[in-house]
């Protein structure tokens, strides 16, 4: 195909660009052969001509087609280059917000650096057992992928995630890690899965540290092994580390940290453990402080260190060894602030004292002395002698620092040691995954020996993956039987060999490390001379003589020299190793009794694995150990050998983790830095390599699929491969381009963006056809309809004119008429108003004339009344000064003539005479006042008499006076505070009358105002008249609003009730889901439990336990009692065998945890059920209520009819046992001839029996009058008080309605209140009276007994022919004067003695009901002593019936009388024997075969022959058959269970049978709420002696499990159809095309042989359908099962949906919504709609909706939002952002449309969580379900092998 053809007009390709690394342009015209310029127009509209290299006139790269953007697998692309990848990486995170890509066999994980919900359980659980090609990209496929490929091929996996300081490989690592620990599980509960990954913390508090990059960077690779077992679970886990990057100790840069660890406990220091660290901030280490960071936002380093402490615990360091560690990583940061100061130029030395050294040395448990010394002291031994010599200040600091680094990877390597001896495994590891967390390609401004050492290893892992991906192309070639050419790809294997070959990099560096001289300057110049000119990939810097750069396949990368040497030997003094080995601290000198010999300056820290055995110092010479050293370099080398060999013996999974940014922001893409990082770690060269041959594959069924559209119909053969062939023959020529295999067709690069071209325009072309067509069609039915309407408006538009003429012409005459009679009538109407004028104006004018005339009449008068008034008030005011005048004049003379009279008396009063006159009155008074004295003397003794009295009556007053005073004290509290209130009362008053003076000045204001409102007033009358008129009309409304809202009111309670019912029953629901998921994690551990005592059983040498069960109480929870019992006998046993049997090694505190937890669970359990029991009670309680007040009204009719049926029942049951009764007696009698039928005697007694059957049917006929007067007097009683309350709130009600008076039906509530009172204690005591009547009667009844007592007695001595006589004689004569005593009693209280003959009756009753039990009873004996007579005459007992006496066989002549009768007389029950228990067991149950009794049998057999069993022991009242039975029972289901659980047709029949036991247990238990709907005779199957309540809820439980478990078989069995057949299978063909798929094959969603489509799953739904119908299951239990059974459907399709980016287009939800539509339509054909299945699939139809709806406008998002109610607001934006298209007429989802629905769900509260739990299980209800089934009915057919049991 040449280049024209695809260089056209508007094609689209990328050019290079500086800031975007690549720009998208069109081609403005065609390319032509030769042009060396292409006119392109960007997309921002900008015109440009590209220039084309004229040495190679390479074209730019193709875009590929938009329906291609977005790919799962970047080798579906069809054009495979750098800016295709980059652009699609780009979409995929930048918009569709995935961060995982696959390419080839790579996964691409992009760094969001923002937490994403898409690692929870639910995640790990829908990607658990898919296929890798069938999900989206995502870290949990790989590890899925490898789990499976090692169990499937039995082959160890890797799984090597590389990448870049901070593009997550770590958190990468962890997710596969925890994907294996929950996928896989532990063999023992040993937790193995917690403590890998507990391993987490702890290897990133001590290896992990903040960089300017990453603020969680491992500064170290590891590679972790996770051993498993046979059965592929988890049983143990190897690390090894390499390459640890010590100098971070010592050193760090700026914005940089040391490790997490150091911040950790600086943090903590304040804790009392950590107080003797004496730690302080991190800013005061010198060690933590350099680089200026110490604290990383968001994150709290004391809490780090508390999970770091609970790792540790988990992982069997306990606290002693960590504190240990916390020890040596204090000395150390205490180390780092030991200050060297220089003593000459030569020396340097330790202050004395120095603070941080003692307490280093005190942590370390070494000498200050001796540490003060060798830190600046080093020995030189020679041959001959031994030297001391001082240290120059810069070199002590670098030993301090050196010995710092060597302590700390020390403990790094004890730490990972420890961690894996937690780790080991305890058996044989079987296969193992592995997981490589290893550094990235780096490259720095400066770079140095560990830069060196990383991208060394990169380059190891680099030639891995090249030779691994050539590896897979070329099976896959092969395999498809295509011709292999060899492909050209990278080999960086100069590039190893300049590195590690002999005399390479490392060889020399070794080497120059051994020369005692050796330098950084002289090693560089040794590689200069070595390999410069030499090797192309070495080169030397222009402007350097100490660096040089080596070409790795990522790119060039400059070291410096600088540091190689010292790095590389790591140098340690001896003499400070020898110091810390004389520690008396325990773990110091654990941490260097590892080392083989002395350290040396030439020693390093090895990088291997290292176990944590202990061996012994062995002295060895220092000349020959120093031969065996290694330095760093050389034991890298060593180590990345090993881990390389171990991947080649492994199949790899490749990670490749993508730094986005260098700013750690969430969800920016910089595409320099991508396109870095993608040629680093090797994506590009993957898509080189795939490029280079054949990248593009499609099996032949979805290339046809696919590109039908571009076939003629005779191309189409039946055969497809051949089909596929001709039709590429005719599109591409050049047949080099594709390839045909044995099932796909291989293209090269671009080939299949030509064919979608090809398909496009077909389509695009047909698309015009039609719409030409269409247009057409349309346009012409718009011509004839216009046509034609155009006639008939010309019709009636010229109708309508004629019809205006004729009109017209009428209007003109009808106008001259009018105009006539107008006329007259304007003139006639003008005259008439002239005169009318005339006149009025005339009466105007006289009328006013007398007005004025009237007016000046009225001003005269009114002008004389003033003048009038002004005289008279003139004289008045003159007359009123002149009489004041006159009496002030009077006033004068008189207090003149007074003072003269005043003057006189004076002088009168100093005279004799004057005195005489005053003593005379004096004589007078004073003979007055004596008398008065005489008389007070005999008042005096009057009151000293009355006083004498009253002192007799104090004291027997005084005491009622202190009460009084008491009382009166108080009354003086409560006076003080009225005292109070009354001055306050008081100032209040004086207010009053303040305001009320205001109030009266006012008064006389607004009096004066009056006048002025009178006539306003009395308009205002008037208009409040009318507006009363208003208001009454308005009142009318209201009082109509008012009903209308009373109505509402009551529909809104009824609403608010029905809402408040919902909710109870929500919360029940809840309730029941909480209790039976505790139900199933109890049984769980149960099941668990027995399997820990069968590993113990099988270890112990014990005979083998039966089933022995101790006399214990029966607890509610079954479970618990069988096991505990069972291992209680197991224990006994076990005690009772020999002491040297050997146990199982089991972990006591594993067993206390799991028995702890289970007694939790069971109290959890406990409580729900007694909240379940509260609810429901409440629930039942509401619905009695309701039930109680419908039949209130029927209950008196009833209630006498029940009375009669029961009476008559009743006596005729007497009658019977009566008659057995005598002829039992009869029987009894020593002679046959007394009591022979026809003799005197018999003839007697028959008398007396008849006579008293006569006195009883005249007994029952007065209790059967006396009820039903008592019902009628009820019943009128009832009416009449019904009636007069009816009455009596009607009177109320109309009264409140004429008069409106609340206040009267106040009082009259009041006066019925005091009504009901009265009648009340009335009523109360008349009860008092009855009690006592009771009372007197029990105590006769005790009396009576006595007495009857004494009869029998005296009966038994009486002979046998005279007992019955006595007893009936006496029976007749107590009743009769029973009754005539109570007759006399009661004869003044007639209603007195009705009561008593009511309760004497009831009594009767009670006794007839006894009788008939004992009947039962006795019935019952004599049929088993009949089986016994048989017996014994089958043994010959009969044979000597001469010598037996006459008396003893008088059964004869009754015999043949009663057997035939009893024999047809079934109770419903089966008799077995004990030791039959376990066979029925066996048979029934065991080894009961579910189909043949489903179909030739009754549903429900077996449950009813085990409770027709169970009846039999209740009816022997033997309480331990019955236990036995129902243990026995419970026990063999949970048996066939475990055994066949799997089977559904096995657990659909078990649970039915359950359910139908549970029911029956129930219907029979004798409650009265569960014998509503019973026959008479079911009621008399009812069990008689044992409660079995607490058995009905272990039955329940039981239900409850056997239901979760068929559940789980139904989601086993449709699991697999889910996906095929609700996403894949195209059940419309045509709608959906495929699209182009990379390496990662997706199943096709065309339906092959063998794949499930939607018609598999409803023909499966039928068969679980039809089979519970069989069983006979309730048909409200079957609607809880397909309820699920379509929850499981829709959460799994979903979930997929969700996880799916290819099903995520508008086709694939038309095809949801028609699937969900035949699965509606099954439901209507079985009557299953109203289960609730439908509205499980709510989410399901709305994220199929939101599939095919229009996703533009502001609109269409407010109809998604009100549309997709049942998704949440992840969900809805997941699809969204998956949603792609199929064809090139779809449109993608814009991200500000996405942005806007999220911004108008931002206020919904809901789950976070993406995927919905297809695992949850509803919470399932068993309804009562009574059987109508009568128990005698039921026969034990002889298939069922249960010959042994006995039809009773």
């Given at each position: 195909m040449a280049a024209s053809e695809l260089y056209t007009k508007e094609a689209r390709v990328w050019i290079p660009d500086a800031e975007d690394v690549w720009k998208s342009a069109k081609l403005l015209k065609d390319y032509k052969q030769g042009d060396k310029l292409l006119r392109l127009e960007l997309e921002d509209g900008t015109v440009v001509e590209h220039q084309l290299d004229p040495r190679t006139m390479n074209l730019p790269h193709l875009r590929n087609p938009d329906i291609l953007v977005g790919e799962n697998d970047l080798t579906a692309l069809s054009y495979l280059h750098e800016p295709a990848v980059l652009h699609n990486l780009k979409v995929r995170f930048i918009d569709s917000k995935l961060i995982y890509t696959y390419c080839g066999i790579v996964l691409v994980a992009i760094n969001p650096y923002e937490t994403l919900p898409i690692y929870g359980t639910d995640i790990i659980n829908a990607y658990s057992g898919q296929n890798m090609g069938d999900m989206d990209p995502h870290i949990f496929a790989v590890a899925e992928e490898a789990y499976k490929q090692m169990a499937r091929d039995e082959r160890n996996q890797s799984i090597i995630v590389s990448g870049e300081s901070g593009a997550g490989k770590t958190v990468s690592a962890k997710y596969a890690m925890r994907y294996f620990a929950t996928v896989s599980g532990s063999e023992s509960e040993a937790n193995v899965e917690e403590k890998v990954l507990a391993s987490n913390p702890i290897m990133e508090s001590i290896g992990n540290a903040k960089t300017t990059r990453n603020d969680n960077s491992s500064r170290f690779g590891k590679y972790i092994e996770i051993g498993f077992d046979k059965r592929?679970?988890?049983?143990?886990?190897?690390?090894?580390?390499?390459?640890?990057?010590?100098?971070?100790?010592?050193?760090?840069?700026?914005?940089?940290?040391?490790?997490?660890?150091?911040?950790?406990?600086?943090?903590?220091?304040?804790?009392?453990?950590?107080?003797?660290?004496?730690?302080?901030?991190?800013?005061n280490f010198h060690y933590t402080k350099q680089g200026r960071s110490p604290v990383i936002d968001g994150v709290d380093d004391a809490k780090e260190l508390i999970n770091t402490r609970n790792a540790f615990t988990l992982l069997g360091i306990n606290d002693s060894y960590q504190m240990g560690i916390f020890r040596v990583l204090a000395a150390i940061l205490h180390l780092g602030n030991v200050e060297i100061k220089d003593r000459d130029s030569d020396s340097s030395i330790i202050p004395p004292n120095n603070a941080h050294l003692t307490v280093f040395c005190d942590l370390m448990g070494v000498t200050y002395q001796d540490m003060s010394h060798w830190l600046c002291h080093k020995k030189l031994i020679t041959a001959t002698e031994t030297y001391i010599k001082p240290f120059p200040k810069l070199q002590a600091i670098n030993a301090r620092d050196a010995l710092a680094k060597h302590i700390y990877a020390k403990l790094f390597s004890w730490i990972v040691d420890h961690v894996n001896k937690a780790l080991h495994a305890t058996m044989k590891q079987h296969s193992f995954i592995g997981v490589l967390d290893i550094y990235g390609f780096e490259t720095f401004e400066i770079n140095s020996f560990e830069q060196f050492c990383i991208n060394y290893a990169n380059e190891k892992l680099q030639q891995q993956f090249n030779m691994h991906v050539f590896k897979l192309e070329q099976e896959e070639y092969m395999k498809e039987e295509i011709p292999w050419t060899l492909i050209d790809f990278y080999d960086n294997q100069p590039c190893i060999n300049l590195i590690e070959a002999k005399l390479g990099i490392l060889d020399l560096l070794d080497e120059e490390c051994r020369m005692p001289k050796g330098s950084d300057d002289t090693w560089a110049q040794k590689l200069y001379n070595t390999h410069l000119n030499k090797c192309d990939l070495f080169q030397k810097p222009r402007l350097s003589n100490r660096a040089f750069i080596i070409q790795h396949f990522a790119d060039k990368v400059e070291y410096q020299c600088e540091g190689f040497l010292e790095k590389n030997k790591d140098t340690v003094y001896e003499e400070q190793i020898h110091v810390l080995k004389l520690s008396k601290f325990e773990l110091l000198v654990e941490l260097f009794q590892d080392e083989e010999q002395s350290v040396s300056p030439t020693e390093a820290q090895t990088g291997a694995r290292t176990r944590l055995s202990v061996k012994p110092l062995k002295a060895r010479a220092t000349q020959s150990s120093r031969e065996h050293k290694k330095t760093v370099g050389h034991q890298f080398r060593n180590s990345l050998q090993l881990l390389m060999e171990t991947l080649n013996a492994t199949t790899p999974h490749y990670v490749r983790c993508i730094k986005p940014n260098d700013y750690k922001y969430p969800f920016t893409f910089d595409p320099r830095r991508a396109v870095q990082q993608l040629r680093a770690c090797g994506v590009l060269e993957t898509i080189r390599i795939s490029a280079a041959g054949f990248p593009s594959r499609w099996t032949y069924q979805e290339f046809f699929s696919r590109y039908r559209v571009l076939m003629k119909q005779k191309d189409v053969l039946s055969d497809r491969k051949l089909t596929c062939r001709n039709v590429l023959e005719k599109l591409i020529k050049d047949k080099d381009k594709y390839q045909f295999g044995k099932t796909k067709i291989f293209f090269r690069a671009g080939q299949v963006a030509y064919l979608e071209k090809l398909r496009a325009d077909k389509l695009r072309a047909a698309c015009i056809r039609i719409q030409k067509t269409i247009r057409c069609w349309l346009l012409r039915k718009k011509y004839l309809r216009m046509r034609s309407a155009a006639i008939t408006i010309q019709r009636h538009v010229r109708g309508y004119q004629a019809r205006c003429l004729a009109k017209f012409l009428r209007r003109t005459r009808a106008a001259i008429t009018i105009q006539k009679f107008q006329r007259m009538y304007v003139a006639r109407q003008r005259y008439r108003r002239m005169q009318d004028a005339s006149l009025i104006i005339q009466c105007m004018l006289r009328g006013y004339v007398a007005r004025q005339k009237y007016q000046q009449m009225v001003r005269e008068h009114k002008a004389v009344i003033i003048q009038k008034m002004v005289r008279g008030w003139l004289a008045r005011q003159w007359y009123k000064r002149s009489l004041e005048a006159i009496v002030y004049l009077q006033c004068c003379v008189r207090r003149m003539r007074a003072k003269r009279e005043l003057k006189k008396l004076k002088i009168e009063a100093r005279s004799v005479e004057h005195y005489k006159k005053l003593n005379i009155g004096m004589e007078n008074k004073i003979m007055q006042l004596q008398r008065k004295v005489d008389e007070q003397h005999k008042d005096n003794k009057n009151l000293h008499d009355r006083l004498t009295n009253l002192e007799n009556t104090y004291s027997s007053e005084s005491e009622k006076l202190r009460n009084e005073v008491d009382r009166l004290r108080g009354t003086e509290e409560e006076a003080r505070v009225n005292s109070n209130r009354i001055t306050s009362l008081l100032e209040e008053l004086a207010k009053l009358k303040k305001e009320l003076e205001e109030t009266q000045r006012e008064k006389k204001t607004i009096e004066e105002y009056a006048d002025k409102y009178k006539v306003e007033t009395e308009q205002l009358v008037s208009e409040l008249k009318e507006q009363n008129t208003l208001l009454k009309t308005e009142k009318e409304d209201l009082n109509r609003l008012i009903l209308e809202q009373a109505q509402e009111m009551k529909e809104k309670m009824e609403k608010a009730l029905v809402e408040e019912t919902k909710q109870i029953e929500c919360e029940l629901n809840e309730e029941r889901s909480r209790y039976q998921n505790l139900l199933t994690e109890h049984l769980h551990l149960e099941a668990r439990y027995e399997d820990l005592k069968e590993e113990m059983t099988l270890t112990m040498v014990i005979p083998k336990p039966g089933h022995r069960r101790t006399d214990s109480t029966h607890s509610s929870n079954e479970s618990e009692y069988t096991y505990n019992s069972e291992f209680a006998e197991r224990e006994e046993e076990a005690s009772r065998g020999p002491e040297d049997v050997p146990k199982a090694p089991l972990d006591m505190s594993l067993f206390l945890k799991l028995q702890k937890r289970v007694t939790e669970l069971e109290q959890d359990k406990q409580s729900l059920q007694n909240e379940l029991d509260r609810k429901e009670e409440q629930i039942h309680r509401i619905k009695a209520t309701e039930e109680e007040q419908r039949n209130r009204a029927r209950g008196a009719e009833l209630e006498y009819e029940s009375l009669k049926r029961q009476e008559l029942e009743s006596e005729n049951k007497k009658l019977k046992n009566d008659l057995n009764e005598l002829r039992k007696v009869l029987s009894e009698k020593p002679t046959a001839a007394i009591s022979a039928p026809g003799s005197p005697a018999y003839?007697?007694?028959?008398?007396?029996?008849?006579?008293?059957?006569?006195?009883?049917?005249?007994?029952?006929?007065?209790?059967?009058?006396?009820?039903?007067?008592?019902?009628?007097?009820?019943?009128?009683?009832?009416?009449?008080?019904?009636?007069?309350?009816?009455?009596?709130?009607?009177?109320?009600?109309?009264?409140?309605?004429?008069?409106?008076?609340?206040?009267?039906?106040?009082?009259?509530?009041?006066?019925?209140?005091?009504?009901?009172?009265?009648?009340?204690?009335?009523?109360?005591?008349?009860?008092?009276?009855?009690?006592?009547?009771?009372?007197?009667?029990?105590?006769?009844?005790?009396?009576?007994?006595?007495?009857?007592?004494?009869?029998?007695?005296?009966?038994?001595?009486?002979?046998?022919?005279a007992r019955i006589e006595a007893s009936l004689q006496h029976e007749i004569t107590r009743l009769t004067n029973e009754n005539l005593y109570f007759e006399e009693l009661y004869a003044e209280d007639p209603r007195k003695y009705q009561f008593y003959r009511i309760s004497l009756y009831q009594r009767i009753i009670d006794l007839m009901e006894q009788l008939e039990k004992q009947d039962k009873t006795v019935r019952k004996l004599k049929k088993q002593l009949k089986l016994f007579a048989k017996k014994i005459g089958e043994m010959g007992v009969f044979n000597q019936v001469e010598n037996v006496s006459p008396g003893q066989i008088v059964d004869e002549p009754i015999r043949p009388v009663n057997i035939p009768r009893k024999e047809k007389d079934f109770q419903g029950m089966f008799e077995y024997k004990k030791d039959d228990e376990v066979k029925l067991v066996k048979n029934l149950i065991l080894e009961l075969k579910p189909r043949g009794v489903a179909v030739n049998l009754i549903p429900g057999l077996p449950a009813y022959i085990l409770f027709m069993c169970l009846r039999h022991a209740d009816y022997l009242n033997d309480d331990q058959k019955v236990r036995s039975l129902l243990t026995s029972t419970i026990n063999g289901i949970k048996k066939i269970l475990k055994k066949r659980g799997d089977d559904f047709e096995t657990v659909s029949f078990w649970l039915s049978n359950t359910c139908r036991f549970l029911h029956c247990l129930k219907q029979y238990s004798g409650e009265e709420g569960f014998m509503k709907h019973n026959t008479t005779r079911q009621n008399e199957h009812c069990l008689t002696n044992f409660d079995l309540a607490e058995y009905r809820q272990v039955l329940s439980d039981l239900a409850i499990q056997i239901y979760q478990q068929l559940v789980k078989v139904m989601d086993s069995i449709l699991q697999p159809m889910i996906v095929s057949g609700m996403l894949e299978h195209e059940t419309i063909q045509g709608v959906s095309g495929v699209k182009p798929t990379g390496l990662r094959k997706r199943t096709s969603s065309i339906a092959d042989e063998g794949t499930y489509t939607l018609d598999s799953i409803l023909r499966q739904l039928s068969a679980f359908h039809s089979t519970m119908c069989q069983h006979g299951m309730d048909p409200e239990l079957i609607k809880q099962v397909v309820k699920q059974m379509f929850y499981i459907i829709g959460a799994v399709t979903l979930n997929n949906l969700l996880l799916r980016k290819d099903m995520c287009s508008w086709s694939k939800g038309m095809n949801i919504r028609y699937n969900v539509s035949q699965l509606e339509e099954w439901l209507r054909d079985k009557n299953l709609m109203t289960s609730g299945a439908k509205e499980t699939l709510e989410p399901l139809i709305q994220a199929a909706q939101l599939l095919q709806v229009k996703k533009k406008t502001d609109e269409d998002a407010e109809a998604i939002c009100s549309m997709c109610n049942a998704l949440s607001t992840a969900q809805i934006v997941k699809v969204l952002n998956l949603y792609t298209p199929v064809n090139e007429f779809e449109e993608r989802v814009s991200v500000t449309f996405i942005r806007t629905i999220q911004i108008r769900l931002r206020d919904r509260k809901e789950s976070p969580q993406l995927l919905m739990d297809s695992k949850q299980i509803f919470p399932v209800t068993f309804p009562f379900n009574p059987s109508s089934l009568s128990l005698e009915t039921i026969q034990i057919p002889t298939s069922l092998n249960l010959g042994f049991l006995t039809r009773v």
């Open positions: 592929y679970r988890i049983i143990g886990a190897n690390m090894r580390t390499y390459l640890l990057e010590k100098s971070r100790v010592v050193f760090q840069a700026d914005e940089e940290r040391n490790y997490h660890i150091f911040y950790q406990l600086c943090a903590s220091s304040n804790l009392p453990e950590l107080k003797v660290l004496k730690l302080v901030s991190a800013n003839k007697v007694l028959l008398d007396q029996l008849n006579a008293s059957n006569e006195e009883l049917e005249v007994r029952k006929e007065e209790v059967l009058i006396l009820r039903s007067q008592l019902v009628s007097q009820k019943e009128a009683m009832q009416h009449k008080e019904t009636m007069t309350e009816a009455m009596f709130y009607a009177e109320d009600l109309q009264k409140m309605k004429d008069s409106g008076e609340i206040t009267q039906a106040y009082l009259g509530l009041k006066e019925v209140n005091r009504l009901l009172e009265s009648q009340l204690q009335s009523q109360r005591k008349g009860y008092e009276n009855e009690a006592e009547v009771l009372r007197g009667e029990l105590q006769s009844l005790k009396e009576e007994n006595n007495r009857q007592q004494q009869l029998l007695a005296q009966n038994l001595q009486l002979p046998p022919e």
